[in-house]
């Protein structure tokens, strides 16, 4: 799920959050971006992390027009799209309040140009899309991380947590995998209390929490798609108790799967999805 934004405004903003990563780029000098109690000015080319969960908002100045792009992508986009890695590196900038990038002349110069293409490659459909805005979420996500100051994981830590990548690749490419926390452990060669520390660490989740939302996710994208009875979208999710997965559901979304299906049928990002 991603959907993205050209802005240029100095409406009155009041502090939000997000059930979405946010990507914002500002185009010109005119704000302040408030994350968490920190604050920093707008500068052309500048980028703000904003990761779900995390309030913030936009002062804007009065006698003038702020001009932005920002991008929101679902918590678990990056990994559904094949960048698992990037997933967790994000995780790890997201504990240590990276929020704001550098201000390397080509660096701003980079983002600008970059986040301007993802935008109009949103908006315009045309062939193999999905994959060039990935493709281009991604340049911008690396080089953001590359301009902040969070550490890198260490090769022991990278070869020690290879195989839980491995194991979250699986989960989402196919949804219905079957394996328990003991049973992911002993695939991934080790113990069971570290295996759920590190997936916690690279994903944000718990292995359970990062398995149910691959399905939640992927029954979402077939209510989007197919026309398919709810029924049969929770088999093909591998929720084989259909109250289950109306409560997982509605828990998650805050609307029933039948109103979701309609919700995305009027418009591909449903406003609720957006802000809290």
């Not at 309040?97 to 201000?103: L, P, T, V």
């Not at 002349?105 to 805005?133: C, K, M, W």
């Not at 022991?156 to 992911?184: F, H, N, W, Y």
């Not at 979701?260 to 418009?267: A, P």
Request: hydrophobic content about 40%; proline content about 4%.
């Amino acid at each position: 799920m991603l959907w993205s934004r050209y802005g240029k405004t100095s409406y009155v903003m009041q502090p939000h959050r997000h059930d979405l990563h946010e990507f914002f780029v500002c185009l010109n000098e005119h704000g302040v971006q408030h994350v968490e109690g920190r604050s920093c000015g707008f500068k052309r080319g500048r980028a703000f992390m904003l990761f779900s969960g995390c309030r913030h908002w936009v002062e804007f100045r009065p006698e003038a027009l702020a001009e932005f792009i920002l991008v929101c992508f679902d918590k678990n986009h990056l990994a559904q799209a094949g960048y698992l890695r990037l997933q967790e590196q994000l995780e790890n900038h997201r504990r240590q309040g990276a929020y704001f990038s550098g201000d390397a002349p080509d660096y701003l110069e980079f983002n600008v140009d970059a986040i301007t293409r993802l935008h109009r490659t949103i908006s315009t459909p045309g062939l193999l899309q999905n994959e060039l805005v990935n493709a281009l979420l991604a340049q911008l996500l690396i080089a953001f991380l590359r301009s902040t100051v969070a550490s890198d994981l260490s090769p022991e830590e990278d070869k020690k947590r290879s195989g839980i990548v491995k194991l979250c690749r699986q989960a989402t490419a196919d949804p219905t995998l079957e394996m328990t926390l003991a049973q992911a452990a002993r695939k991934a060669g080790v113990c069971r209390s570290a295996f759920a520390a590190l997936v916690k660490q690279t994903t944000g989740f718990t292995w359970r929490q990062y398995i149910l939302d691959c399905r939640l996710k992927k029954a979402v994208e077939l209510l989007a798609t197919t026309d398919i009875p709810i029924s049969d979208v929770a088999l093909k999710c591998n929720f084989g108790n259909l109250g289950y997965f109306y409560r997982t559901f509605l828990w998650k979304y805050d609307c029933t799967p039948r109103k979701m299906r309609l919700l995305l049928q009027q418009s591909s990002f449903p406003p609720f999805l957006k802000e809290y």
